[in-house]
């Protein structure tokens, strides 16, 4: 069966620092890869996804995120956090022959002034 | 309205009671999802819809009956539930999946759902 998994539950960062978030998933077939993002008080949204090409896909608000196929990774990065990119991160995937996302438990980021 | 829309956002039910949960999509999909979000857990999916028809029932407990009449609406009735079913229920929908195909889910603020 299909894991995702997210090591960092908890982050903590002040503005203007870098940020990555890991995210590795266990599946041996083809996948399709997805960071959605959640903001205090408003609804999961896409913030960038990976189906082929380029492994270094880039998305909205200076995110982006680098997959690496011999790691089974899909870690998401940005260079320099704002107050404003606290959320909670979820990482995703799909089997290229599925309809089904599964998400990683997610990583509450905390940005401080 | 706009969007995917969840009705009631809060509700509190007994484990007797049966209730369901109203999910609208306004944005001319073909697929909706539901998932369910525990604490300290993933979010789960529960089931999916593509063009009115189930493709995917993730072995969910007969507590739980999705209801799709028509590609704008989806509903979750809710019976004899357990305390452990406390949780946040998301609906998401999409323009209709192929597999091999994605198409962007989009989600709802989700129903919080205690049971006592």
């Known amino acids: 069966a299909q894991s995702v998994s997210q090591h960092n539950h908890h982050v903590i960062l002040s503005e203007a620092a870098s940020l990555e978030l890991g995210c590795n998933y266990s599946y041996g077939g083809t996948v399709n890869l997805f960071w959605y993002v959640q903001y205090p008080g408003q609804h999961l949204q896409l913030l960038l996804k990976?189906?082929?090409?380029?492994?270094l896909v880039k998305g909205i608000k200076g995110f982006e995120a680098e997959f690496i196929k011999s790691k089974f990774s899909f870690n998401l990065r940005k260079p320099s956090v704002q107050w404003s990119d606290t959320a909670e991160y979820f990482c995703a995937v799909k089997s290229n022959s599925g309809y089904a996302l599964n998400f990683g438990k997610g990583t509450s980021l905390l940005v401080t002034p | 309205e706009t969007g995917v829309t969840q009705t009631p956002r809060h509700l509190v039910m007994g484990m007797t009671n049966k209730k369901s949960l109203k999910c609208e999509q306004h944005?001319?999909?073909?697929?909706m999802y539901w998932y369910k979000q525990s604490a300290k857990k993933p979010l789960e999916l529960m089931f999916v819809y593509n063009f009115k028809e189930q493709t995917e029932n993730n072995s969910v407990p007969s507590r739980f009956s999705p209801e799709c009449p028509n590609s704008s609406h989806l509903f979750l009735h809710l019976h004899t539930l357990q305390p452990e079913d406390s949780a946040l229920y998301l609906c998401a929908s999409s323009q209709g999946q192929r597999a091999g195909l994605y198409n962007e889910q989009f989600f709802g603020p989700g129903t919080r759902l205690t049971v006592l």
């Open positions: 944005l001319g999909h073909n697929a």
């Open positions: 990976y189906f082929s090409g380029d492994p």
